[in-house]
């Protein structure tokens, strides 16, 4: 590898020794070479002090400092340095750049025929020289001229102060930013585009102007993007009391994008599949993610722009609590309107999906290479930290604390947050601070110094639990004791110790019959009652026993209700007693759960049967628990489909040691195929019952319906059913929205025979050619239904396929890597070799995407022979490179250490 590793240390951190007051930039556009003038009002705040600037692929045109021009400074290795010889002063720096050229879509880039912007996190250096850091904080003025038929908007953040005509053709705008703010948050764009709007009225009454822009042609599928973002104001004033503070919100599309969107104040850019959306072109879950990403973009208006991080490694500051912002939004929207029993499990489904997502995604890198604490310790490319980690456990970190606080205290934490740190660039730790002033005033001075571990330290702990019931006195004692291994660069440390994470622990208690147990709590200490007849154990120390008294017969017991903590839970539960809770439980989550729980057991035992070759046959319980849950009248279909569901095979794999990923994909299907055929009556009436032609609404009942039936043709058509396969047949063809579209193809192309689906393919194809973002689902589907290495390269020939629009790369390649098991590790280990030169190639494209394209490998080491050694190999192909970009060259480092 070229690149010598450097790493960065948090415990570095230094305050940048200078102010930059006020930026003027003043861009001449031109997609080859456009010039770039940054003038800068400085003052020195420390004597003597060496100026630093960051600038990467950019041309230094000229210094000036106070109009005279500076000859004295350094620049090498992307550092521009001098000495000031005055303390307060105009610094104007003259740089060009060539925007039409730049694929990393970093900085100033062309797409399609529009220029964009992306600084977050380090992008801002590849525009002007800047000290491109999060405490650096200013009030910016942007001059955008540029050809003014070729792009007659010209946008930045804050307020349009004039606009005007040029000579040849040319035009410019000004706009001012009036709050202080770091340049990852700085935006422009450039283009001609369809508008949408609306002016809309914040709580206090003042009118701000709401707009999406997207490209030529797609205005009609911004609207759900713009209600998405008027329904987030409306929520953020009335759960957060928060308030929008601009006259002007601009959200604008593109199809180059190397994450889902960005929260530039005022100016968010969105990939277009978070953004635009019809039914006909885009299903639930596109519906479902665009209103939690606009909810996203905007929340971080107040958490990430008003208070934002001092550096990076404060990153989960802003991105955890704004994820946790954006699941509490969408749980709120999907129960609103709902009575109480229907939004509980509206919520629950919510929850489910999350934790799902945690555990698919987040424990496994808690468990590799890359692991690391949500505010970790040392990095050395900043962009390979937009991890599972920093958001999804960073907002189950944010989570505890509301759970430990309340709705009410942890409201009141946040204002205490905003009270203290408005306007400023701050620390996790500052944030914990104002939570915790709540906390030691509500629990008679009890702190969150055991809390704070969690910021610290990486890992998923385990909490054994253990349960001694005593007839005599009856009484239950519940033991709860914790472990976690240490992970990633923990290893490296040998003097460090792992300390005991504070645990809030969800629990309840059934009777034999399923009933809730009430439970007495008098006298016990780290306790608190919940809901449900539940309470929630405080574990604090390694082990701790709770002593419940007049418990009647010995309890099953419903543990981590509502995944109160991001644990794994050990408990020795028996078949029959995980059956109770799948049909009774009145926690939802924890009956959800317990079905996980119960077919992971048999999908995992059936693996081994495999890997023994023993014949295999299903535990009749299983059957039992799914009959009776197909037909509970008491439930809603969207929680339904989630109990009725099989685990995730992510999630599953996880739990091999080693980990065998064909004869668990095996298992998978064989408990699938028999749950088909045993039930095969009731899923074709379940699907009759739910298959509805009207209109459509991405409303979550709707939305339940929807995918109650699309689960009941897959279970249909892993058993090729004859019936079945004609029902998917006609909802292709009768379909009038994408969900229905999808939710049959999809089933067709994973189950039916070719002569089944080569029309229906085709047909797709044709339909929506001219969509990128349909277009995407179809390379998706042919990604994840791909039989072998060689048609993933026949598709990559496919004219409409590039490595350099992400969305692509990540529909075909990163589909085919991490959804498709069965052609993906097939033993002869031709599809890592692939995925290594595609690593390869994409890396001299766009670092940022290959490295998160390496991580496919981050587990080799878990992984059963032949995989493990081929995965090695592969891995070892990379490492060889000499022009390796830093990014993925961390990742490969990391993994073969
Ligand atoms: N702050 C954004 C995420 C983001 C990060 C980096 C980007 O470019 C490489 C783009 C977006 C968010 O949390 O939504
Ligand atoms: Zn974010």
Same mark, same amino acid.
């Given at each position: ?9 948090? #415990? ?14 003043h861009f001449a556009l031109e997609p080859q070479h456009t010039i770039?003038t ?58 060009s ?16 025929q529009?220029f ?20 650096? @904080? ?5 001059t955008i001229e540029a050809d003014k038929k070729q792009y007659p908007y010209l ?8 606009s005007q005509d040029l000579d040849n053709g040319r035009h410019q705008a000004v ?5 202080? $703010? ?8 450039a283009g001609d ?47 957060? +009391? ?45 519906? @479902? ?94 962009? +390979?930290?937009?991890? @599972? ?8 970190? %944010? ?112 009777? /034999? ?100 070759? $023993? ?166 589907? /042919? ?94 192909? %990379? ?6 970009? $830093? ?6 480092? #990391?993994?073969?250490?």
């Amino acid at each position: 590898m070229s690149v010598s590793s450097h790493t960065i240390y948090r #415990k570095d951190y230094r305050p940048y020794p200078f102010t930059i007051e006020r930026v003027q930039l003043h861009f001449a556009l031109e997609p080859q070479h456009t010039i770039v003038t940054n003038t800068m009002h400085v003052i020195a705040k420390e004597h003597n002090a060496t100026m630093v600037l960051n600038g990467e692929d950019i041309e230094l045109q000229a210094i000036y400092i106070n109009g005279k021009a500076l000859t004295s400074y350094e620049y090498s290795d992307n550092l521009l340095q001098f000495k000031p010889s005055e303390t307060e002063f105009d610094l104007k720096i003259v740089s060009s750049c060539n925007p039409s050229a730049n694929s990393t879509l970093m900085g100033l880039y062309v797409s399609g025929q529009s220029f964009f912007t992306q600084c977050e996190a380090e992008g801002f250096r590849r525009i002007t020289f800047f000290p491109d850091r999060p405490d650096v @904080m200013s009030e910016y003025i942007v001059t955008i001229e540029a050809d003014k038929k070729q792009y007659p908007y010209l946008l930045s953040n804050g307020n349009l102060i004039s606009s005007q005509d040029l000579d040849n053709g040319r035009h410019q705008a000004v706009w001012h930013d009036p709050f202080l $703010k770091p340049c990852y948050l700085f935006a422009l764009v450039a283009g001609d585009f369809d508008i949408r709007e609306k002016t809309s009225h914040t709580r206090s009454g003042r009118e701000v102007l709401l707009q999406i822009y997207s490209d030529k042609g797609s205005g009609d599928q911004t609207l759900w993007a713009l209600d998405s973002l008027e329904r987030s104001i409306q929520w953020d004033e009335k759960r957060f +009391n928060l308030e929008l503070d601009l006259d002007r919100f601009m959200i604008v599309v593109t199809h180059d994008f190397n994450m889902g969107a960005m929260e530039n104040k005022g100016l968010n850019i969105f990939n277009a599949v978070y953004v635009l959306a019809d039914p006909e072109t885009a299903t639930d879950a596109n519906y @479902m993610g665009i209103e939690s990403v606009v909810g996203h973009e905007y929340f971080h208006n107040w958490t990430g722009n008003r208070v934002t991080c001092r550096d990076w490694f404060q990153l989960s500051l802003k991105e955890g609590l704004t994820v946790f912002r954006d699941q509490e939004f969408s749980a709120d929207m999907a129960a609103r309107l709902l009575p109480p029993e229907a939004a509980l499990s509206a919520r629950t489904v919510k929850r489910i999906e999350d934790v799902t997502h945690l555990r698919a995604a987040q424990f496994p890198e808690d468990a590799g290479p890359m692991a690391h604490p949500i505010r970790p310790d040392s990095y050395q490319e900043i962009g +390979n930290f937009y991890t @599972m980690t920093v958001y999804e456990k960073g907002a189950e970190v %944010i989570r505890m604390q509301h759970t430990l606080l309340g709705e009410e205290g942890f409201q009141q934490g946040m204002q205490e947050y905003f009270r203290r740190h408005d306007g400023q660039a701050v620390t996790c730790d500052d944030f914990v601070n104002a939570m915790e002033s709540v906390y030691k005033a509500r629990h008679s001075g009890k702190d969150f110094s055991v809390f704070r571990h969690w910021y610290s330290q990486a890992g998923t702990p385990t909490v054994n639990v253990q349960l001694d019931y005593d007839t005599h006195q009856q009484t239950a004692s519940i033991t709860l004791t914790q472990h976690c291994d240490k992970v990633g660069v923990e290893k490296l440390q040998a003097d460090m110790e792992k300390k005991p994470f504070h645990i809030p622990f969800h629990i309840g208690m059934l009777n /034999q019959a399923g009933q809730a147990i009430p439970l007495n709590i008098e006298g016990l200490e780290d306790i608190t009652p919940t809901l449900q007849n539940g309470v929630l154990l405080d574990l604090k120390v390694p082990s701790q026993t709770w002593v419940f008294k007049g418990i009647k017969e010995r309890p099953i017991l419903s543990l981590l209700r509502d995944f109160s903590a991001p644990v794994s839970v050990i408990y020795d539960y028996s078949f029959e007693e995980l059956a109770v809770l799948c049909a009774h439980d009145s926690n939802p989550f924890a009956r959800w759960e317990a079905t996980q729980e119960l077919i992971s057991r048999e999908i995992l035992r059936l693996t081994q049967c495999i890997q023994e070759e $023993k014949s295999l046959a299903l535990n009749p319980i299983i059957h039992q628990v799914w009959q009776h849950n197909l037909s509970d009248p008491l439930l809603d279909a969207a929680y339904r489909t989630w109990i009725l569901a099989l685990p995730s095979e992510k999630v599953l794999l996880e739990r091999l040691h080693p980990i065998t990923p064909l004869a668990l994909n095996k298992a998978l299907q064989f408990v699938r195929q028999s749950l088909a055929t045993v039930h095969r009556d009731v899923w074709i009436s379940t699907y009759q019952h739910y298959h509805a032609q009207e209109d459509y609404q991405p409303d979550p009942i709707s939305i339940g319906k929807r995918s109650l039936k699309n689960l009941s043709l897959n279970y249909l058509l892993s058993i090729k059913d004859p019936e079945g396969i004609a029902l998917a047949k006609t909802q292709y063809q009768q379909a009038k929205n994408m969900t229905d579209r999808m939710g049959a193809i999809s089933a067709l192309l994973h189950y039916a025979d070719k002569a089944d689906t080569e029309t229906i393919n085709q047909d797709f194809y044709q339909r929506f050619e001219n969509n990128p973002l349909v277009m995407d689902k179809w390379f998706a589907l /042919q990604a994840t239904s791909a039989q072998s290495v060689k048609t993933i390269r026949t598709l990559m020939d496919n004219p409409l396929f590039t490595l350099r629009n992400p969305n692509r790369v990540r529909a075909l390649l990163f589909q085919f890597c991490m959804n498709n098991t069965e052609a993906f590790h097939q033993n002869n280990g031709e599809a890592y070799t692939f995925w290594a030169e595609q690593v390869i190639a994409l890396d001299a494209i766009n670092p940022e995407v290959a490295a998160r394209f390496a991580r496919v490998m981050d587990n080799w080491q878990r992984f059963a022979e032949p995989h493990k050694t081929q995965m090695q190999k592969a891995l070892q192909s %990379i490492a060889q490179q000499t022009a390796l970009s $830093k990014n993925t060259t961390e990742i490969i480092e #990391k993994a073969l250490s």
